[in-house]
């Protein structure tokens, strides 16, 4: 990767990685992290942290807009070239006009963090697109899904893995929507990732049933008594293959809306119930709390990103220019014969918060972007 002068992420991990406990992201991860970011635009972020290992264990993961289909398109991995060929043929065809990839608002990649002593170069990634909400409804999946994974595969897709994925999709309740398609570069088998969201947690033993998923009944009563008492909507992780697998994650979000106030209250208890049943160890949960929170130009003037700086300087003195640390989501993760998992993840973003100095109160101003343009 060739320096540039230009803002990118590591400006802002610069900032946001130190707040993070090493017992969650190691030094050494951390210091490769904020390497690799350097090739990246600024962008909303997330540290994925394993949370039920004694050592710290973290992977990272970045969001491209459509909008930034051609930062995405530029991308120079240093590794798996045949991968990175793909990522880029999808960026530069989900750019087009009338692309048939228009149904994915926005993609993640997904990078595995190097453990101590592992190579440093940056990896080919796990591929997430998250459709757009309005699109996910009136979509047809297998041809969606048909169009993102000719471009991510060798061009042939098979018709029973897509029709997999459409019996996953259509057999979704009203209140429930297709959330995004994931190719696992890299991982055994290169399984599909199909992600659904807002189905009801009473409701997901009967979907997993329509769809085929092929887990146990074992498996099926743990993820019936992890969701209980916790959250009433559920988001499912399925493996798709010309079958849905076993595996399966089960994500939850316990923020019910954008502020930060009282965020740590609302996930205490559920971080307590995890360590109570093994899957978080206890020396990782309160530094995870501790996580979460903000920090903002006045406060730490001299390692903000100059970009950052002259961007409030336009807005005015009311206007603060702020790096967010939000506990997105937690998702356990349920495989046979393997230990149930948790992870948390950590999201990083830029936000504005403007100051009203009569009443002392800050609200968010709904900038669409970092820069305030």
């Given at each position: 990767?060739?320096?540039?002068?230009?803002?990118?992420?590591?400006?802002?991990?610069?900032?946001?990685l130190p707040r993070i406990a090493p017992v969650l992201l190691s030094?050494?991860?951390?210091?490769?992290?904020?390497?690799?970011?350097?090739?990246?635009?600024?962008?909303?972020?997330?540290?994925?942290?394993?949370?039920?290992?004694?050592?710290?264990?973290?992977?990272?993961?970045?969001?491209?807009?459509?909008?930034?289909?051609?930062?995405?398109?530029?991308?120079?991995?240093?590794?798996?070239?045949?991968?990175?060929?793909?990522?880029?043929?999808?960026?530069?065809?989900?750019?087009?006009?009338?692309?048939?990839?228009?149904?994915?608002?926005?993609?993640?990649?997904?990078?595995?963090?190097?453990?101590?002593?592992?190579?440093?170069?940056?990896?080919?990634?796990?591929?997430?697109?998250?459709?757009?909400?309005?699109?996910?409804?009136?979509?047809?999946?297998?041809?969606?899904?048909?169009?993102?994974?000719?471009?991510?595969?060798?061009?042939?897709?098979?018709?029973?893995?897509?029709?997999?994925?459409?019996?996953?999709?259509?057999?979704?309740?009203?209140?429930?929507?297709?959330?995004?398609?994931?190719?696992?570069?890299?991982?055994?088998?290169?399984?599909?990732?199909?992600?659904?969201?807002?189905?009801?947690?009473?409701?997901?033993?009967?979907?997993?049933?329509?769809?085929?998923?092929?887990?146990?009944?074992?498996?099926?009563?743990?993820?019936?008594?992890?969701?209980?008492?916790?959250?009433?909507?559920?988001?499912?992780?399925?493996?798709?293959?010309?079958?849905?697998?076993?595996?399966?994650?089960?994500?939850?979000?316990?923020?019910?809306?954008?502020?930060?106030?009282?965020?740590?209250?609302?996930?205490?208890?559920?971080?307590?119930?995890?360590?109570?049943?093994?899957?978080?160890?206890?020396?990782?949960?309160?530094?995870?709390?501790?996580?979460?929170?903000?920090?903002?130009?006045?406060?730490?003037?001299?390692?903000?990103?100059?970009?950052?700086?002259?961007?409030?300087?336009?807005?005015?003195?009311?206007?603060?220019?702020?790096?967010?640390?939000?506990?997105?989501?937690?998702?356990?993760?349920?495989?046979?014969?393997?230990?149930?998992?948790?992870?948390?993840?950590?999201?990083?973003t830029h936000d504005w918060l403007a100051f009203d100095p009569v009443?002392?109160?800050?609200?968010?101003?709904?900038?669409?972007?970092?820069?305030?343009?």
């Open positions: 990767m060739t320096a540039t002068t230009a803002p990118s992420l590591r400006d802002h991990l610069r900032v946001a030094p050494t991860a951390a210091e490769c992290l904020g390497r690799w970011a350097g090739a990246f635009p600024p962008a909303a972020c997330m540290v994925e942290c394993h949370l039920g290992l004694d050592e710290p264990r973290a992977d990272f993961l970045i969001r491209f807009l459509r909008s930034d289909a051609v930062a995405l398109a530029n991308v120079d991995g240093e590794a798996a070239p045949a991968t990175w060929t793909r990522l880029r043929a999808f960026a530069r065809l989900w750019a087009a006009r009338d692309s048939p990839l228009a149904a994915f608002a926005q993609t993640w990649l997904e990078f595995d963090l190097p453990r101590p002593h592992a190579g440093a170069a940056l990896p080919a990634p796990s591929f997430f697109a998250d459709l757009d909400p309005a699109a996910a409804r009136s979509a047809d999946p297998a041809a969606t899904a048909g169009a993102a994974l000719a471009v991510l595969g060798d061009g042939d897709v098979d018709p029973a893995v897509l029709a997999t994925i459409a019996t996953c999709v259509t057999e979704l309740p009203p209140e429930a929507r297709w959330l995004s398609l994931g190719v696992m570069f890299g991982r055994p088998a290169d399984p599909v990732r199909v992600c659904v969201a807002g189905l009801p947690a009473s409701g997901v033993p009967g979907y997993l049933e329509r769809i085929g998923w092929t887990g146990s009944a074992a498996q099926l009563h743990a993820i019936r008594d992890g969701l209980d008492g916790f959250t009433t909507l559920a988001t499912l992780a399925l493996d798709v293959g010309t079958s849905v697998r076993p595996r399966l994650g089960i994500e939850y979000n316990l923020e019910a809306r954008r502020s930060l106030h009282d965020s740590a209250a609302r996930w205490r208890p559920f971080l307590d119930r995890l360590v109570e049943d093994g899957l978080c160890a206890r020396h990782k949960r309160d530094p995870l709390l501790a996580c979460i929170g903000f920090d903002h130009e006045r406060i730490d003037q001299e390692s903000w990103p100059a970009g950052l700086r002259a961007a409030s300087d336009r807005h005015g003195p009311n206007v603060l220019s702020v790096l967010l640390r939000k506990l997105a989501h937690v998702k356990v993760v349920f495989e046979p014969d393997r230990p149930v998992v948790a992870k948390a993840y950590l999201e990083l009443t002392r109160q800050a609200r968010f101003t709904g900038f669409p972007d970092g820069t305030g343009a």
